[in-house]
């Protein structure tokens, strides 16, 4: 069995298609580039999304805090067909996408930064679900609950 036909712990990663790890050898990205974009990839698929993105942001903080500079790399063109191609598989919405583009071909610390910005919006996307997540829901009316507290009415007028 090869080790793209399973997953320990989970199915966040979506190995049915085109795996992160794939991407990270095709690209090649470094350890913390490629740190940083697995987190940014995998958010909404598994249940710590606010977690992952917080993830993400220390590995791209170090990256930009590190004198490191980006492996060498396939031509550029080869590289954006490649990183739209693992976007299209696993059906990354925009701003993941930009991430991963911005990841996989940055060459300065201002791209860095710009990549930061996006991070920036997913993580407020993730906090803004993860608040109407833990919002209480309306319980349906039955004979066993019709004594419980309800939630205040809103006035929405």
């Known amino acids: 069995m090869k080790a793209n036909d399973y997953q320990v712990g989970g199915d966040h990663y979506g190995n049915k298609g085109y795996p992160h790890w794939d991407l990270a050898l095709a690209v090649p990205l470094g350890y913390l580039d490629g740190c940083t974009t697995k987190y940014v990839a995998r958010w909404r698929k598994k249940g710590t999304p606010v977690l992952d993105l ?17 492996l060498l790399r396939r031509p550029f063109e080869e590289i954006v067909k490649e990183v739209a191609h693992f976007n299209e598989v696993n059906n990354l919405p925009d701003v993941e996408r930009a991430y991963m583009a911005a990841l996989c071909t940055w060459k300065t610390k201002e791209d860095l930064r710009q990549a930061r910005e996006l991070l920036f919006i997913l993580m407020d996307e993730a906090e803004a679900l993860a608040q109407v997540a833990s919002e209480p829901r309306p319980v349906p009316l039955t004979d066993d609950n019709k004594h419980a507290e309800r939630a205040p009415k809103r006035d929405y007028w």
């Open 54 to 70: 917080k993830k993400a942001l220390q590995y791209l903080n170090k990256l930009e805090e590190s004198d490191s500079v980006p």
